[in-house]
C-alpha cells in the first residue's frame, strides 16, 4: 500500500523528514519497504510564455525563441524541440538551475547564437520516463512562478500493512498512529452519517453481509476530477478515471472503506445481495468474463449480476460520462467469503485487499455520507431521499479489562498507571469501569485485533517502546551434549573438506532398491512414498555417485564432493553419522606454469582422508564389492575408520566418467572418538642429513611393512622416512618377476648438535639389519 506524506499531512502535523518518519512507522510495527520522491522542485526553473519563435540561421533543426519569464526582461532561448507554438506556457530552466543528473544550467551559444537558459521537457524535469518534446504547460499556468507550483514535491511510502491491521489500510489510519506516538491530536473527525431508511429485504444472506446501504443521487454531471483530486489518486499509483469514480477510490484511501457506484439507469428494479446461481456469468470492469459459483456473493437487479461482493463491479452497471443518476453503495462483506471468491477467481482489487482483512464497521455510513459531500461538490446533484440500510450495523467491540500488574509482569516494567493510561489514550481506547485490581478499557471500532487482555499490553509495550523492555538471561546455559559434540565435530570435517576445494552435496534419505548397496543391510520401509523411495540408504556412495554423474553430463571437467550424512543399517537397527567423498577427472589443469593436466587419483584420496586424521593412518587391501574395482580398508589406532575404493572401468563409463572415479566412505563417530590433542615440536636448530637405500621385496609386500618394521627399530636420530621410487619388471629381465625394489629416503637428525657421517652410518646400518632380518630383503647398492 502507498500512503502520500502530503496527504497524511492533513490529518496530523509532521515536521520531520521522510526518513524520521519511516523509522516512526517501523517502530509502531509498520514495514516501510521504500520511500519514492515526485514532483519537480527545481530552484530556478519557472513557468515562461513563449513570445517569438524564428528559425535559427545557422541550423535547421534549431529555433530561436523569445520567452517571457515573468521578469518584465523577454529572454532568448535556442531550442531543438517542434511540438510547441508561439503563446504555449513551458518550463524554463534559468542560468543556476541544477536538472537531475546533475545538468547545470549556464548562458552560452549554440551555433553562434546565445542561449539564456532552456526550455524543459518532461524527461528533464523527472516528471515522465519518456517525452517527445516541450512540456506543455496549461493555458492558465502563473508565468514567472516556480514550477513546483504545478507539481508540487510528492513523497510516498510503499508500507506492508499486517493481515491483523486492517485499519493501517487509509491515510487516517496511519495517521492515528503516528499522532499516538507523537503525542499529538489527530486532525480528523468522523463524518457525521446520514439520514437512513431501513430497507429490510434487500439483502438475501445476512452472515454474508451483514449490514448493506445505498445512496441515491440525481443530477451527476460526470466529468474529468480536478487537480487536487487528481494529484492525490497519481500520488499513491491511481489514475484518474472521472469524479465520481475518483470520489469513491479518493474516500476508500482516507477512511479505509471501500465504495462502489453504480449507475442507476442501467439496474433493473431493486438491488439485491445474494447468492450466484451455478455457472451464472458475470463481466467485470476489468473486462473479463467470470464463471461464478453458488459460494460467490453477488450484488444483482431482477435481470442480472451487477457486482461482485467486496471484489469488482460489473461493466455494465458502471459509471460512465453519460450517468445522470447514481446509486452509491457502502458495505460489509465477510472477509472469509470475499477472500474465497477473490481466490477461485483469481480476481483482486484494492477493495478485495480491505474486504478480505476486515473494516471499520462504524465507517460504512460514515464513509457514504463522506463521499455523498464530496460527489455533490464536484459533479452536483442532488440527494434522493435517504440513504437505504438493509441489515444491522454490527456493534462496538466488546470491552477489555486491564490489570496494571499484569502489564508490568508481562513486560518487566514498572509502569504507573498513569502511563498506561496516556498509552492506550492516545490510540484511542476510553477508559471506564475501574476496580482495585483492573481498568476496563472500550476498544474502538476500527481496532478488530484487540480482543484479550494480553492484546492491551502490546499496544502499550508499542506506545512506551519495545527499547525500554530490559533484556534479561531467562534460563541457565545448558551442559553440552554428545549430540552438540558431535556436531560441532561434523561442522568441522565440513570445513575441513571445503577448504580442501571439495563441494558439499545433499542427497536424499530414502532410496530406490537400484541404489542400495546390500539388501541385507538396508531397511524396506513399510508404507513407502514409491518405489523409488522404498528403502533407507545403508550407504552414501550411491547418491553421491548419482550426483557426480548429473555434474558430468552437464559438462563439468572435474566432480569433487562429499556429503555428510546419516545411513541406516538392518543389523542392530542402528543409523551412523557417516563421510562419503567422490572423486573424478582432473585435479589439476594444464598451464604454462603446471604443466600437463593431471586426473585425480588414488594419492589425492588418501591425502584427503590423512587431512581429517590427526594420527598415522594404516591402509590394508581388502577385496573387490560391488562395483568398486579395487578396496582398501583404513584404520588408526587399531580401529577400521572406512574404505576408499576405486570403481570399475564398465561401471565408471555408465557415470560418463573419462577418468579414474575414486570413492571413500569414513563412520565419523569412529573418527570422532581419534583422539585429536595437537603435538607441538621445536623447529629444529641443526640441519639434517639424509641417506637413501634401495631395498629388494617380495612384490606382494605392502610398502606400509617395510615402514613398520623401520620404525620398530625405535632409532632415535630417524626422523622422516619417505619413499620416492617403486620398480619392477614383469619380465624378469632386470629384476625377478616376483620382486620389486623399493627406494627409500632416510633423514636423521638430532635435537642438540649436528650429526657427524659415523653416527647416521651406524644408524642406517641397523636399520638394515633390521629390514633384511624381518622381510627378507636385499640390497641394490
Given at each position: 500500500m502507498n500512503?502520500?506524506?502530503?496527504?497524511?499531512?492533513?490529518?496530523?502535523?509532521?515536521?520531520?523528514?521522510?526518513?524520521?518518519?519511516?523509522?516512526?512507522?517501523?517502530?509502531?510495527?509498520?514495514?516501510?519497504?521504500?520511500?519514492?520522491?515526485?514532483?519537480?522542485?527545481?530552484?530556478?526553473?519557472?513557468?515562461?510564455?513563449i513570445l517569438e519563435a524564428t528559425q535559427h540561421p545557422n541550423a535547421d533543426r534549431l529555433s530561436v525563441c523569445r520567452v517571457d519569464d515573468g521578469s518584465g526582461h523577454p529572454r532568448q532561448i535556442v531550442c531543438g524541440a517542434k511540438n510547441f507554438k508561439v503563446g504555449d506556457k513551458v518550463p524554463l530552466a534559468l542560468p543556476g538551475a541544477v536538472l537531475p543528473g546533475d545538468f547545470k544550467i549556464k548562458v552560452g551559444k549554440l551555433r553562434?547564437?546565445?542561449?539564456?537558459?532552456?526550455?524543459?521537457s518532461a524527461k528533464e524535469l523527472s516528471l515522465a520516463a519518456d517525452a517527445d518534446g516541450l512540456l506543455i504547460l496549461p493555458a492558465d499556468a502563473p508565468v514567472g512562478q516556480p514550477i513546483a507550483t504545478l507539481f508540487?514535491?510528492?513523497t510516498a511510502f510503499e508500507i506492508e500493512i499486517t493481515p491483523n491491521r486492517p485499519d493501517w489500510l487509509s491515510h487516517v489510519g496511519i495517521a492515528r498512529e503516528v499522532a499516538a506516538f507523537t503525542s499529538q491530536a489527530l486532525k480528523w473527525t468522523r463524518p457525521a452519517a446520514p439520514q437512513t431508511t431501513e430497507y429490510a429485504s434487500r439483502i438475501g444472506d445476512l452472515e454474508r453481509c451483514p449490514f448493506y446501504t445505498l445512496q441515491r443521487i440525481a443530477g451527476v454531471k460526470v466529468g474529468p476530477s480536478p487537480d487536487w483530486l487528481r494529484q492525490r489518486l497519481e500520488s499513491v499509483g491511481l489514475r484518474s478515471i472521472n469524479n465520481v469514480v475518483d470520489v469513491t477510490n479518493f474516500v476508500m484511501l482516507e477512511i479505509g472503506q471501500p465504495l462502489h457506484a453504480f449507475d442507476a439507469a442501467k439496474v433493473n428494479g431493486d438491488i439485491q445481495v445474494r447468492l450466484a446461481g451455478e455457472g451464472e456469468k458475470f463481466l467485470a470492469l476489468d473486462g473479463r468474463e467470470y464463471t461464478l459459483s453458488t459460494d460467490d456473493l453477488v450484488i444483482a437487479d431482477s435481470a442480472r449480476t451487477l457486482a461482485l461482493a467486496g471484489v469488482m463491479g460489473g461493466e455494465e452497471s458502471g459509471v460512465t460520462e453519460t450517468t445522470t443518476e447514481i446509486l452509491l453503495e457502502s458495505a460489509i462483506f465477510q472477509t472469509s467469503g470475499v477472500r474465497r471468491t477473490g481466490r477461485r477467481l483469481d480476481l483482486h482489487s484494492d477493495s478485495s485487499y480491505r474486504f478480505e482483512r476486515g473494516i471499520d464497521p462504524a465507517g460504512v455510513l460514515a464513509a457514504s455520507a463522506r463521499a455523498t459531500q464530496l460527489i455533490l461538490e464536484l459533479a452536483g446533484g442532488t440527494i434522493s431521499g435517504s440513504a437505504e440500510v438493509s441489515g444491522k450495523e454490527p456493534e462496538a467491540p466488546a470491552p477489555v479489562a486491564l490489570r496494571q500488574g499484569?502489564?508490568?509482569a508481562l513486560l518487566g516494567l514498572e509502569l504507573t498507571a498513569d502511563e498506561i493510561t496516556a498509552a492506550l489514550s492516545g490510540l484511542g481506547l476510553t477508559a471506564g469501569e475501574v476496580s482495585e485490581t483492573a481498568t476496563t478499557w472500550g476498544i474502538?471500532?476500527?481496532?478488530?485485533?484487540?480482543?484479550?487482555e494480553v492484546d492491551l499490553v502490546e499496544e502499550v509495550a508499542r506506545v512506551v517502546g519495545i527499547d525500554r523492555i530490559p533484556s534479561r538471561v531467562s534460563a541457565n546455559p545448558a551442559e553440552p551434549t554428545k549430540a552438540d559434540a558431535s556436531y560441532d565435530f561434523q561442522i568441522r570435517v565440513r570445513g575441513r573438506l571445503a577448504g580442501l576445494g571439495l563441494s558439499e552435496a545433499r542427497t536424499s534419505t530414502l532410496v530406490s532398491p537400484a541404489s542400495v548397496w546390500s539388501e541385507a543391510e538396508a531397511i524396506k520401509l513399510k508404507n513407502p512414498l514409491g518405489e523409488d523411495q522404498s528403502f533407507l540408504r545403508s550407504s552414501l556412495i550411491p547418491g553421491l555417485l548419482a550426483a557426480v554423474e548429473r555434474n558430468l553430463r552437464y559438462g563439468a571437467a572435474?566432480?569433487?564432493?562429499?556429503?555428510?550424512?546419516?545411513?541406516?543399517?538392518a543389523r542392530g537397527r542402528e543409523e551412523s553419522p557417516t563421510l562419503a567423498i567422490a572423486l573424478t577427472g582432473l585435479s589439476r589443469t594444464s598451464s604454462w606454469r603446471d604443466g600437463a593436466a593431471k586426473a585425480f587419483d588414488w594419492w589425492n584420496l588418501k591425502g584427503i582422508i590423512a587431512a581429517l586424521v590427526p594420527v598415522e593412518l594404516e591402509w590394508k587391501k581388502s577385496d573387490a564389492q560391488g562395483d568398486l574395482a579395487l578396496v582398501s580398508t583404513v584404520s588408526a589406532n587399531g580401529k577400521t575408520l572406512g574404505l576408499i575404493g576405486q570403481l570399475s572401468p564398465a561401471a565408471a563409463r555408465k557415470l560418463d566418467a573419462r577418468e579414474s572415479v575414486l570413492v571413500a566412505e569414513i563412520d565419523l563417530s569412529a573418527l570422532q572418538s581419534i583422539p585429536a590433542s595437537p603435538v607441538y615440536r621445536?623447529?629444529?636448530?641443526?640441519?639434517?642429513?639424509?641417506?637413501?637405500?634401495a631395498i629388494v621385496v617380495p612384490a606382494t609386500l605392502p610398502y606400509g611393512e617395510i615402514e613398520r618394521t623401520l620404525q620398530a627399530v625405535?632409532?632415535?636420530?630417524?626422523?622422516?622416512i619417505e619413499p620416492f621410487d617403486v620398480f619392477s619388471d614383469a619380465t624378469g629381465a632386470k629384476l625377478a618377476a616376483d620382486r620389486k625394489s623399493v627406494a627409500i629416503s632416510l633423514t636423521f637428525r638430532a635435537p642438540e648438535r649436528t650429526l657427524n657421517s659415523d653416527e647416521v652410518t651406524a644408524s642406517v646400518s641397523r636399520l638394515r639389519d633390521k629390514l633384511k632380518a624381518d622381510l627378507g630383503a636385499e640390497f641394490r647398492e
Open positions: 500512503i502520500s506524506l502530503n496527504w497524511l499531512r492533513e490529518f496530523v502535523d509532521w515536521t520531520g523528514t521522510p526518513e524520521e518518519l519511516a523509522t516512526l512507522l517501523t517502530r509502531t510495527g509498520l514495514e516501510v519497504g521504500s520511500i519514492a520522491t515526485r514532483g519537480a522542485d527545481f530552484p530556478k526553473v519557472v513557468i515562461a510564455q553562434g547564437v546565445e542561449s539564456e537558459g532552456m526550455l524543459c508540487p514535491p510528492e499484569k502489564v508490568n474502538p471500532s476500527h481496532r478488530l485485533d484487540l480482543i484479550r572435474s566432480v569433487a564432493l562429499f556429503e555428510v550424512g546419516r545411513t541406516f543399517h621445536e623447529i629444529p636448530k641443526y640441519p639434517a642429513t639424509t641417506r637413501d637405500i625405535r632409532e632415535p636420530l630417524l626422523v622422516d
